[in-house]
Every structure is written in structure tokens, then in C-alpha cells.
């Protein structure tokens, strides 16, 4: 069985983070490995507290995993400090990690900040370098471009700008432009589109968490990137057209869709 590990915050109701991450991995078949690096207390109405782990648990925790159950695949989500992101760079490095899906949590889907100005500079000129793609939705492609994207030609400029500033693939997520749900992926060579229709869904919680899980569950049964990428989109298609309702608030997508 291939193995797919999540670096990324815990979300108490499971709609996202590494609930969302193990779910997804276990949809796809693959076996899932969690390093915890922040402890949220979050539910379909909000975000209440956040935790963050110590340096050394994270890095005690990635020891323990590379060194036993070697992942096919990472997926990084939330990272929230510079001391974490450090410490999460140097084990990839360490094990020469391979098939690296990091999910930009920077600003959320209703474009709040989530990361401090510092971690984000530590994200991008450590952590980014050794991913294979990033994940950024509009807002943060918006900070990572610094320009407002209204457009599918500003998605184009900005996810080229992104490349071409960071070196890593980058999947640009459309779902907050007026109209449909496209994504763009762009390796610095070529240009693919994943078209997707707006779902009347409410409940998308852990939308972000689950593309990003689902591309590194992909990679680690052996897909190229675009592959990857297009069948992670259907997953997330599904997930959200399934329609499950739980919870008074947001709540999340069905993960098990596929299973039934």
C-alpha cells in the first residue's frame, strides 16, 4: 500500500486539516501518517482557539515517520509559525522527501489573514522552494503576485508571476471568481485548465484541505501532475455535489463519497 503523510493543523469536528487529510488519503486507498503541527478547537460555526505545537514535537513527530513508514507523498497544510516551518524544511530535506503538495493557508475562504507577515515570508522563501506544486487560492495568490485577480486572464498572469518567482508548479484556485469553479495549474511550460461548475453547496469546509490531500494521494499512487491534479478535482467535485449536511454551520464535505 503506498503512503501519503499530512503536516497540518488538527480541526476538532474533522471537516479539515488532518481529519480531512487522513479521510482523503483513505478514500484513494492510501495509507495515511499525520504530524500534528497545531491543535485547533473548531466546528461547522468557527475557529475558537489554536494551539500551536512545540518545534520539538513537530520535529520528534517527522523524525518518527521518515525513519519507519517512509511517505510516497507529503501534503502540507497548516503551518503557522517561522520556529514549525524551519523545522518542517529541514526533515524534507533531511529525508529527501519527494511528491511535496503544499496547500498556501494563508487567508481564508472569506479572506482573513491566517498567517503572520513574518511565517509568511519564512513559508515562502523556505518551505516553497522544496514543494512540487502549491495550492493558493485567489486571496493568497493576490499577496503572492500583489495584484487583485478578477479575471481568468489574471489568473494566468499571476499563477506565471508565482512560477517564476518561486520555482515551484502552482495550481491556481478559481472558485472565488463570478461564474464557474475553473482551476489553473501552470508548470512553468504549459498552461492546463480543470473546468469546474459552482455547486450550490453551502457546506464547504475543508474544501482546500481536501484538494491539496487529495493531488499528494495522486502522487502517491504513481499519477504525473496534471493527472493528479484532474482527478483531485473530481474527488472535490463529488465530495461537495454529495450534498452531506452536518452541523449549524459551514460544514464540511462528504470524504466517503466515492466509497459508497
Not at 503541527?37 to 482557539?49: A, D, K, L, M, P
Amino acid at each position: 500500500m503506498k503512503a501519503a503523510l499530512t503536516v497540518a493543523g488538527s480541526d476538532s469536528s474533522g471537516g479539515a486539516g488532518i481529519q480531512a487529510d487522513i479521510k482523503t488519503f483513505a478514500a484513494h486507498g492510501v495509507y495515511g501518517m499525520s504530524v500534528i503541527t497545531s491543535v485547533t478547537s473548531q466546528n461547522t460555526t468557527g475557529v475558537y482557539s489554536v494551539f500551536d505545537m512545540p518545534k520539538s514535537e513537530v520535529t520528534s513527530q517527522l523524525d518518527a515517520v521518515f525513519t519507519d513508514i517512509f511517505p510516497d507523498s507529503v501534503k502540507i497544510g497548516m503551518v503557522s509559525s517561522a520556529e514549525i516551518i524551519k523545522s518542517i524544511a529541514d526533515a524534507l530535506k533531511k529525508y529527501s522527501a519527494k511528491n511535496i503538495v503544499l496547500d498556501t493557508v494563508m487567508v481564508s475562504t472569506s479572506g482573513s489573514p491566517l498567517l503572520r507577515e513574518e511565517s509568511v515570508k519564512t513559508l515562502t522563501e523556505v518551505l516553497f522552494p522544496l514543494a512540487d506544486i502549491i495550492t493558493p487560492n485567489l486571496y493568497e495568490a493576490k499577496i503572492l503576485s500583489s495584484f487583485e485577480i478578477k479575471s481568468a486572464d489574471d489568473m494566468v498572469r499571476a499563477a506565471k508571476m508565482i512560477y517564476d518567482n518561486y520555482g515551484t508548479a502552482v495550481l491556481l484556485k478559481g472558485g472565488h471568481l463570478a461564474g464557474d469553479a475553473s482551476d489553473l495549474l501552470y508548470d512553468g511550460e504549459e498552461e492546463t485548465w480543470f473546468y469546474g461548475e459552482k455547486i450550490n453547496n453551502p457546506n464547504t469546509h475543508g474544501t482546500g484541505c481536501t484538494l491539496s490531500s487529495a493531488i499528494a494521494a495522486n502522487l502517491a499512487l504513481g499519477h504525473d501532475m496534471k493527472t493528479a491534479v484532474g482527478n483531485a478535482k473530481k474527488y472535490v467535485t463529488g465530495a461537495i455535489r454529495s450534498g452531506l449536511d452536518i452541523g449549524k454551520g459551514r460544514g464540511p464535505l462528504d470524504h466517503m463519497w466515492n466509497l459508497i
